[in-house]
């Protein structure tokens, strides 16, 4: 039996961000994920300037590439703006292993099936034990399947079903691109630029919604190919896109029970208005060591539960202290 003082299951971000903190405060921790990093993730990748203050990581540090942008190109309902944010996007595929490793702690590749409570301890599969528990294992996060799905089910309205895929693609003109409620979809599709050449398209939007409406979200998907082509940003590409799902803020979370925690996607912590989850997901990482080291609350009262909050805040505090361009490393051509 390997014995710890805190078991995190899943490591991305949220659960990545959580073992860094308990590491800074020398506690005993041992990520549990059943993928091997770093490991293929589509997803648009927006971070905030905030969030790499949060970790205390300077842009410069950053071993990979990313995009900034300062302003996202938004269409509602056919009504065109744009939009002055301060944002960086990465690539999951970097930017999640490189939060892995950061944190210095010990990562066991192990799908886990089991947990149990013995003697006041948490143990997995029979091979792990912890007196403390954090699920970041995302929406189907075996912790919060064991501990808190009778006891504080997520709301069934709030579950997003997405679809989108990350390539390699030279013909970008460098904009981040979003189209809200276009043909009655309940969400929004976008295009996000990353750097050295690669594209983030997807589209998402309430699984419900889309399952009474007209249209399936796979009809919507084409849709936004064909929309892509007639635009000319982009052409030739023959698409694979890959699915998932998540949950978008609950309005009262079930977030802690006895010494088990959960966090980010697991908890169901995206933005209402964007479905943004990896802001939400290194804060309440964050939030949960914190409560661990000191034996405190955990509140999400500090994460915004809208991503325009956070990038309008953003956008007020580089005019303000005129911070100017980018702190990181740009994309080449792909920063806007």
């Known amino acids: 039996m390997i014995k710890t003082d805190v078991l995190i299951v899943g490591g991305g971000p949220a659960g990545s961000a959580c073992a860094w903190r308990l590491k800074q405060a020398n506690l005993g921790c041992i990520i549990l994920d059943q993928a091997r990093f770093p490991r293929f993730k589509p997803c648009a990748g927006w971070i905030t300037p905030e969030i790499l203050q949060a970790l205390q990581l300077d842009p410069a540090d950053y071993p990979h590439d990313l995009t900034t942008f300062t302003s996202f190109d938004i269409s509602i309902r056919g009504v065109r703006f744009r939009l002055p944010v301060k944002q960086h996007a990465i690539r999951r595929f970097e930017f999640d292993d490189f939060l892995l490793q950061r944190a210095g702690v010990e990562v066991h590749q192990h799908a886990v099936k089991s947990i149990t409570r013995v003697n006041g301890a948490y143990v997995v599969d029979g091979l ?53 409620f276009e043909h009655d979809l309940p969400g929004y599709a976008w295009v996000v630029p990353k750097a050295n050449g690669y594209l983030n398209v997807g589209i998402g939007g309430k699984a419900g919604q889309l399952k009474a409406g007209s249209l399936s979200l796979r009809e919507h998907w084409n849709r936004l190919v064909e929309q892509l082509e007639r635009a000319g940003l982009v052409r030739g590409h023959t698409y694979k896109p890959s699915g998932h799902s998540y949950y978008l803020r609950q309005a009262h979370p079930l977030l802690k029970m006895d010494r088990a925690y959960i966090v980010g996607d697991a908890a169901g912590l995206a933005t209402l208005d964007m479905g943004e989850g990896i802001n939400p997901a290194v804060r309440s990482g964050l939030l949960a060591a914190e409560a661990i080291l000191k034996n ?30 980018a702190p990181g490393k740009q994309g080449g051509k792909n920063a806007d």
């Open 128 to 180: 792990y034990s912890s007196a403390f528990l954090v699920g970041a294992g995302g929406t189907h996060c075996p912790v919060y399947r064991t501990f808190f799905q009778s006891a504080g089910p997520r709301d069934p309205s709030s579950l997003i079903a997405a679809m989108e895929e990350e390539f390699p693609y030279e013909g970008s003109d460098g904009r981040c691109r979003l189209w809200f």
């Open 296 to 325: 405190g609350d955990y509140s999400l009262k500090s994460i915004p539960k809208y991503s325009l909050v956070s990038m309008l805040r953003s956008s007020f505090s580089r005019k303000t202290r005129a911070v100017g361009s």
